[in-house]
């Protein structure tokens, strides 16, 4: 056990960021594994999905605290701003980093959705997918694909597209739920959950779909609804797992 109350984790080196859902502790936490230390570096409740800067001194979350909209923030030592492009709030969640620090996250902008890349500072956005339910994506490590959670063909599954958003592909097919992907470190495998059996488990795949195989039941569900606080735990599309290295 890493931390009790807890989802949405990132991993950085031996440095571990998650949503708390502590009634005495709630926001976003930063801890090194394995230590007692915290700090609660943003307090909103709303605040969810924090992510570390490629140089680890800065976060990125989303959060929903200008409204139901969710924006990109990013923290400046114990302060924290909504991020911009072209001078307007970058709305989206989800957000995730490639390889060459931008970022990819879930939005709807300008009556278009789908995945979108952004630079740190917000200078580039680029539009990836235009699906309204593409979500939760993920970088390899080279950079090269990202995957990410779809229901495009009805059902929710992991699929994987190109870095410049061609070559869409369906890599799991069950009748149930399957997402929320994550890559290994050498880029062989993803690893995501699905509750095709039955049960909330954590399954395995090559990068191109094949040879799907049960690791672990995860002995509960991740639906993510918290029942402290139904208005801010929006479901399991907005959980995360990750592959620490």
């Known amino acids: 056990m ?3 109350e807890a989802s949405q984790p990132a991993v950085r080196g031996n440095q ?8 005495d502790n709630r926001g976003l936490i930063s801890m090194k594994i394995g230590a007692n230390e915290q700090w609660r570096f943003v307090t909103f409740f709303e605040a969810a999905s924090p992510i570390f800067s490629p140089d680890g001194q800065f976060f990125i979350f989303h959060s929903r605290q200008g409204g139901e909209t969710p924006a ?5 030592g ?3 701003e909504v991020m911009r492009h072209d001078s307007f709030p970058i709305q989206g969640n989800s957000p995730a980093l490639t390889p060459d620090e931008n970022i990819i996250y879930r939005s709807c902008t300008g009556g278009s959705c789908g995945l979108f890349l952004t630079s740190l500072d917000g200078g580039f956005l680029q539009q990836l997918t235009t699906h309204a339910n593409d979500t939760a994506p993920v970088a390899s490590p080279d950079g090269e694909k990202i995957a ?5 063909s009805g059902n929710w599954d992991v699929y994987a597209l190109d870095k410049n958003g061609q070559d869409v592909r369906q890599l799991t097919q069950y009748a149930g739920n399957d997402g929320l992907p994550t890559w290994s470190p050498d880029g062989q495998t993803i690893a995501y959950v699905s509750d095709h059996d039955g049960t909330w488990a954590v399954w395995a795949m090559t990068s191109t779909g094949d040879n799907q195989q ?4 995860l002995q509960g569900s991740i639906d993510g609804k918290v029942q402290i606080d139904l208005n801010n735990s929006l479901g399991w599309l907005e ?7």
């Open 16 to 23: 571990l960021a998650y949503r708390s859902w502590r009634a």
């Open 72 to 76: 990109l923030y990013r923290t400046f």
């Open 2 to 4: 890493l931390a009790q």
């Open 148 to 152: 990410f959670t779809s229901n495009r």
């Open 239 to 245: 959980e995360r797992i990750v592959w620490i290295p």
């Open 78 to 80: 114990e302060n924290h």
């Open 214 to 217: 049960l690791l672990f039941d």
